[in-house]
Each structure stands twice: as C-alpha cells, then as structure tokens.
C-alpha cells in the first residue's frame, strides 16, 4: 500500500513537469484565427499558413468551428482574426464594431447535388426555382441546419424564392458538410454542398450535381481583422500582417493554382486586373434584397 | 462489412508509417487525460474516503451532488470552461483556452465526481470489522483511511479506470476548450471525430482501434499498480 501511496504522487509530479516543459516551447508570437470546417477541410489553409508561421516567425492556431461559431468567437475577443464565408453576417459583425478591417480574398462555388436520376426535375434549373421544385415535390432535401455559411446561403435561396415551405421531408443534420454529404448520399436526397466538399467527397457518395453555374452559387470568402480595443490580448498587429498576405499577390496567386483532386478550387479576388475582382461589387445574391439584420 | 476491413487495413497502416499526426495525438490524448486523472485521484480520492467514514449533515446532500456530477455532458462543462477561459472571461489571463491544460482542467472536473462517487460506494461497503480492527489496533487517522482504500482497491482501481476511460474518450471539453487545434489540442478522440467528419471512415475507425489499445495498456498497467487483483 506505501508503494502505491508514495507512486501516486510521484507519478503526478511528473506528469505535471512533462507537460511543463513539452509545452513552454520558445516564446513564439501565436496568432488565433477562426475559420469554418469547409475551409479547413479544403486543406487551402495547410498550403498558405505553414508559409506565412515561417515568414513572420509566429504560429498560427487555426480553430475551426461553423461560421456562427467563428463569428462569435471574434465577437467575444478570444480571436485575432476571423476568416469566413457569409458576406451578410460578415457586415453585421463590422456594422456592430466587432472589426476594424475587412478584405474579400477569393470565392468558390455552391452547388445542388441530388439523385443521378433526378426524380424532381431541377437539372439545370437556377437554384432558388430548384429549391422550391424540390419542396413542392414533397422530395428529400439534406440541410445543414447550423447556421453555417452553406446553411445561410440555402437562407438566402429560399427567401429568393419566395419562402421555405415546410414539408415532412426536410432533413436538419445540425452537423458539417461531410457528415451531411453522407447522410444526403444515403437518402439518396438533394442537398446544398460547397464544391470543395463535393470534389473530396465524389468517390464517396452516388449524388451529381444538378445545379451548377448560377451567380446565385457563388461563395465569397472575407477576413476580418478582430477590433483590438475589446481585449489587451488581441493581437491587431498579427492578425493585419496575415490578412496582408492572404491578399497579397504572390498569395492570391498560390490560391488560384491550389487544386482539390485535379481542379482550382478557390478564384482570387485580389488579383489586380482580374474581371472577378470587379464584379464582386455586384454579387448576385445582395444584401439589399434581404433585412440588414445578420444572423 | 467493406468498412470494417478497410478499416483494419488503414489500422496496419497507420502503425507501419508510423504516421507522426495519428502518434503525437495518441500521446496527447494519454498525457493530458492520465494528468487530469491523476490529479483527480490526489484530491478525490481522499474525498470520497472522508465522505464515506466521517457523519455530518448534508453528508447525503454532498454524495448525491458527487453522483450527479459523474453523469455531467462534457459539452456542458466545456461550455463552463469555455466561459471561464475565455478572454472576457475570469480566468482570461491564465491563457488556458485553446490550450493543452485548459483540456486538463476540464477533465479533472469530469473525472473527481467519478473518483469520489465510486471510492465513496467502495470504502462504505466494505465490512465494518476492517474500521474495527483499525481502531482495536490503535491506528491514526492517515493510517486508517490508507487501510480502507487499500481494502476497498478493487473499488478504487475501478473508479480510476472508469474516470480515465471518460476522459480519453471525451470530445466536448476538447474541442471547446482546446479548439482541435493541429499538434496544438487534437486529441486522438478530436481526430477521429475530424476524419469522421471528413468522410475518412476507415482512417477514423483506425483511431478508434487505437484509442481502445491505448485503453488496454493504461488498464493493465491500473491494475498491475494497485495489485487489485492479487489475492487480498
């Protein structure tokens, strides 16, 4: 019995100096950037960070939650920089003063997947029509149900149809685009996927995309630098050093040429001279159509 | 049936590439979660001892208290530690959000109800001659309670064993606390959860399997320490 008695604490002791000393590794400046699981499934982010911890001698935590999350978590200060994709909710967080600079980068693309055979009907439909085609068929659509980036944007589609229908057969996972694209694919359901997503998961699933192309489907993505003045601890300093060069042009270059399973997956917007740049100012699915509260 | 042999499959493969990721991981996962359990049987430990030997009012209050505790959702106490951590929060400026020890701390109050309730059920279950014979032979306090918890080590083992399964398998406080972040805060549970997420079946279940060998040594190695299993 001593010898346990005496192990016990011992062994605790040690315990407690390893991980002393594994973790009071070299004062490294430390970045906290907020950022959503499609962007990090992507895999976008282990091309450009790495670069960016080795350039500027800091390292980077990326926490990646849903974009309401992420939002939130620059809301209360816990992180410096905040890189998501839901332009309305993005204009609300600065509306409200929670940011102090905001940046497009790059945009990819939504698109309806569904059964190959496509019971409904809504193969080459513009989204928001297909939406409603699906409802009104009583057919099985997957969503998000999250408040994430996809979810809002399948928000947006609704209301530009004129309204979610409710009908028995619509699926809320509450999870992310993974795990839907699953579900979805075992129900064999139509469901609302960020092409990334779809890319990784075509192996996987035996869903097509039906609609595809529409200026309604396209998926910008912005940063914003957290605004300092709500906690000593925010690092503005870092966080506009890495928004700098996510738009810069040596960057916006690398995120033209980054592939997902043999395609450029992300379309810069930085690029000077690039016609996307321009038109972004008149994105499809704008603001003005939609109550100025955010999410 | 694919699923479980391409499973297997990833598994094998895992060990031969000694995948740095999946290993650094595992050793996170065990040192964080034998820290926290640790500390939990430091202070529960004699807690539950205490509990179970000395009468007070409200004794029953405090037992039930210990017993809720043990049924507590990790993503609710992850919430709690999160609000606590985070920088608006009291305890901001221990930095301890999105960091290894954050996880420790909200394991530890995962694991102490664990400890106490089931030390506290071990020790009032055992025969009253033991307390008998301990006060005849004129034993202190300390040497006493030493007695009771090494008659009741099966309890103890158990309770230890029990707390440490809850806290290597946990996902709430990992991933609120600790954010999942990459050789930072993943634990070997949050990496399955990613690869599940991301589609990665095979690779997840690999974990998985992993994760239950990790269960298997650190529930040998309880069991060879506390000599529970010898016979009394």
């Known amino acids: 019995m001593t010898r346990q008695l005496i192990l016990c604490p011992l062994f605790t002791a040690i315990l407690l100096t390893a991980g002393c000393s594994s973790h009071r590794s070299p004062r490294l400046q430390v970045l906290r950037l907020a950022t959503t699981t499609s962007t990090r499934d992507s895999g976008l982010l282990g091309v450009l960070v790495p670069r960016f911890e080795r350039q500027q001698q800091v390292r980077v935590d990326v926490i990646a939650v849903g974009t309401g999350a992420a939002l939130k978590l620059g809301e209360a200060g816990d992180v410096d920089v905040v890189f998501v994709h839901a332009r309305q909710a993005e204009d609300a967080f600065m509306a409200a003063g929670h940011g102090i600079r905001r940046e497009d980068v790059m945009y990819n693309t939504f698109e309806i997947l569904g059964p190959s055979a496509d019971p409904a009907g809504v193969r080459g439909l513009d989204p928001a029509s297909a939406l409603q085609k699906i409802a009104a068929g009583g057919f099985v659509f997957v969503s998000r149900g999250d408040n994430s980036g996809t979810h809002k944007r399948e928000h947006l589609l609704w209301k530009k149809g004129g309204g979610q229908p409710v009908w028995t057969d619509y699926v809320e996972t509450g999870q992310g685009m993974g795990i839907t694209l699953t579900i979805a694919d075992q129900m064999q359901a139509y469901v609302l996927t960020d092409r990334g997503t779809y890319l990784r998961f075509k192996n996987k699933i035996d869903l097509a995309p039906l609609v595809t192309n529409s200026p309604d489907l396209r998926n910008p993505y912005g940063i914003i630098v957290v605004n300092p003045a709500k906690h000593p601890a925010i690092r503005a300093d870092l966080a506009n050093a890495f928004v700098d060069y996510v738009v810069s042009a040596d960057v916006q270059k690398r995120i033209q040429n980054y592939q997902v399973e043999g395609e450029s997956l992300f379309h810069p917007l930085r690029l000077t001279g690039s016609k996307e740049a321009v038109s972004n100012q008149r994105s499809a699915v704008s603001q003005k159509d939609l109550p100025s509260a955010g999410h | ?232």
Not at chain 2, 32 to 40: H, P, Q
Not at chain 2, 109 to 134: M, Q
């Open chain 2, 1 to 232: 049936m694919q699923l479980i042999w391409d499973s297997l499959s990833a598994a094998i493969q895992l060990v031969m590439t000694r995948d740095q990721a999946v290993f650094a991981a595992a050793a996170r996962s065990i040192w964080i979660s034998t820290t926290a359990v640790a500390l939990a049987t430091l202070i529960g430990l004699p807690l539950g001892v205490v509990l179970a030997r000395t009468r007070f009012r409200g004794n029953r209050l405090v037992v039930l208290a210990f017993r809720v505790g043990m049924a507590l959702p990790t993503v609710f106490v992850g919430m709690v530690c999160y609000a606590m951590f985070s920088r608006r929060g009291p305890l901001g400026p221990l930095d301890l959000l999105y960091s290894p020890w954050g996880i420790v701390i909200g394991e530890l109050v995962l694991a102490i109800p664990i400890i106490v309730g089931i030390s506290h059920g071990a020790v009032k279950a055992l025969d009253p001659r033991v307390a008998e014979t301990a006060w005849t032979l004129g034993a202190g306090p300390v040497r006493r309670w030493a007695t009771y918890v090494s008659e009741a080590r099966v309890g103890v083992m158990l309770a230890i064993l029990t707390a440490f399964a809850r806290c290597v398998t946990e996902l709430g406080i990992a991933m609120i606390v600790g954010g999942n972040i990459l050789h930072r805060t993943r634990t070997l549970a949050t990496a399955t959860a990613l690869e599940t997420s991301k589609g990665e079946f095979a690779r997840g279940m690999a974990m998985g399997s992993l994760l239950l060998i990790v269960a298997l040594v650190v529930t040998s190695l309880i069991g060879w320490v506390s000599q529970a299993d010898e016979r009394a």
